[in-house]
């Protein structure tokens, strides 16, 4: 069996054509700006297009397709906002069913971040209680409490990036709040900070990782700063939830290592004492956490009983 596996993220789109055991066949990656909704939708069809021909298919041999979508949605598709990728409100079934020419009850939608945390239980061998938080472009995570994902009643839960964790100085958020751990702890914030607190005009995180790995201070405390934010919002998690895993994911999460020492200080510091025992990773999935996460996605979709309405 082949599936379609789309990574719908804020600032690029991977697509991929995958076997149920999570092994990629083809995959395409490239930028995909997201203001235009109806062509970022054309678009991720095009590359998974290209996949297919590739495996040597028709894309509507396939037998179902999985999409993350960078921020709230419903399963059939229905996409509630986005902060990170500036989106309102909007049908996204219809739009990737016309652009492939499939039928859409062959076409499955989640959270990217509640995508990763089904690829970590599918393909990860993860427990039955963890948390999934990405440093990226934004920060998402997700929730799994005795083995099952935690929607919410409206399908928003899971929503780390929105968590307040700095109450003195904070910082606007694309959400419209101020001082939310996306805000200050995404790659986007740890590039802002790095350049406000001195470090050269068009640093990014990955640059700043490289000078903090070379010993500049100023760098170093900038992630020493991102792992105090993550901290607070992993304490809140603890608190709540009493997980015993946070995986991190995200390109940003190359410099866990960096941000680890104060993120534990912080968590020690504010999660109660019988529910901070969580051990913090990296997800074990690397890069194709996503990806991978789509295909999950997929295969849960298909798997799921259909109801008659």
Known sequence: MLIGAIDGGGTKVLAAVMTAAGAIVARRQAAVPTADIPAYFQRCAEMLQACAQEAGVAVQALSGVGMNIPGMVTPDGH??????????????????????????ERLFFENDINACALAEQRFGGAGDDFVWLTISTGNGGAVVTNGKLVRGGGG???????????????????????????????????????????LPAGTDAKRCEELARRGNSVALAVYAQTGVYLGRALAIAANLMNPTHAF????????????????????ALEALPQCGQLAVTQTSLGYEAAVMGAAAVCLTGLTRPRTRH
């Open 248 to 267: 991190i994911g995200g390109g940003a999460s190359k410099a866990l290592d960096l941000m680890l020492p104060s993120l534990q200080r912080t968590l």
């Open 156 to 198: 928003c839960a899971g929503e780390f990036g929105h968590l307040k964790v700095e109450r003195d100085a904070p910082y606007p958020c694309g959400c419209g709040g101020c001082g939310c751990l996306e805000a200050h702890a995404s790659g986007v914030a740890i590039a802002r900070r790095a350049v406000e607190t001195g």
């Open 79 to 104: 996409v509630l906002g986005s902060p990170s990728a500036g989106w309102g409100a909007f049908h996204a079934r219809p739009l990737l069913a016309d652009a492939l020419a499939l039928p859409g």
